[in-house]
């Protein structure tokens, strides 16, 4: 079945170092990518998204995402952590539901950071 | 621009009694999703509308249901509440296959 899968469901940096969360998809083809932020007890807000042009999306608060097709990934990066970096992310992708019969956005399990002074 | 908005905030039901949780797209968006995010499980896909039909349904029983208005409003229902239904109750709300935008979720307590 298609997936996506987010390596580490805890990250922990140190202010000031870089942010790096990983993800994978499975999918024949390169499916539209996203990456989301949730802050504690709020809904999910859009950090970026891919959509098969620059391979390389920068996104708000500093954070930006390579697509790499060879790698089936969509990594998250931010070269500077900071505290109020703390949050959840959650990787998504619009991939074939189990019937193949229409598209789903599909979203990988989170990964917590922790960002420490 | 109003993003999408959910109401109420929070509830509190006890078990076996029925909830109704309502959401508002953005407007112009067609879609409207609705995801469950109970504590340790992630965020897990309920339903799909579009144009005002169900188009997708996740892993859920019969007594999640909900519909979508023509003005693409959307509401979930959950019947015969259980402890385990406790959980944040997520909406988004979309273009056709484009990035889904989360509203602020409601809190749902089953006790």
Redesign the interface.
């Known amino acids: 079945a298609q997936s996506v899968t987010q390596l580490g469901s805890h990250v922990s940096v140190s202010e000031g170092a870089l942010v790096l969360l990983r993800c994978n998809y499975s999918s024949s083809v390169p499916p539209y990518l996203f990456w989301y932020v949730q802050y504690p007890n709020q809904g999910l807000q859009l950090l970026l998204k891919y959509t098969s042009a620059a391979t390389l999306v920068k996104g708000i608060n500093g954070f930006e995402a390579e697509f790499k097709k060879s790698e089936t990934s969509f990594h998250l990066t931010k070269p500077s952590a900071h505290m109020s970096d703390a949050a959840e992310y959650f990787c998504a992708a619009y991939l074939l539901n189990s019937g193949g019969s229409n598209y789903k956005l599909t979203f990988g399990k989170g990964t917590l950071l922790t960002v420490n002074p | 621009e109003a993003g999408?908005t959910q109401s109420p905030t929070h509830l509190i039901k006890t078990r076996g009694q029925q909830a109704t949780l309502r959401c508002s797209p953005i407007s112009g968006h067609t879609s409207v999703?609705w995801y469950q995010q109970a504590l340790g499980l992630?965020?897990q896909?309920l339903l799909?509308y579009d144009e005002g039909e169900e188009?997708?349904r996740g892993n859920f029983p019969p007594r999640f249901s909900g519909r979508q208005f023509p003005n693409y409003s959307s509401e979930l229902n959950v019947n015969a509440l259980e402890l385990e239904d406790s959980a944040?109750y997520?909406c988004?709300s979309s273009l056709p296959?484009g990035?889904?935008?989360?509203?602020?979720?409601t809190?749902l307590t089953v006790t």
Do not use: D, K, M, S
């Open positions: 999408v999703y992630g965020l896909f799909w188009r997708n944040l997520l988004a296959r990035e889904q935008y989360f509203g602020p979720g809190r």
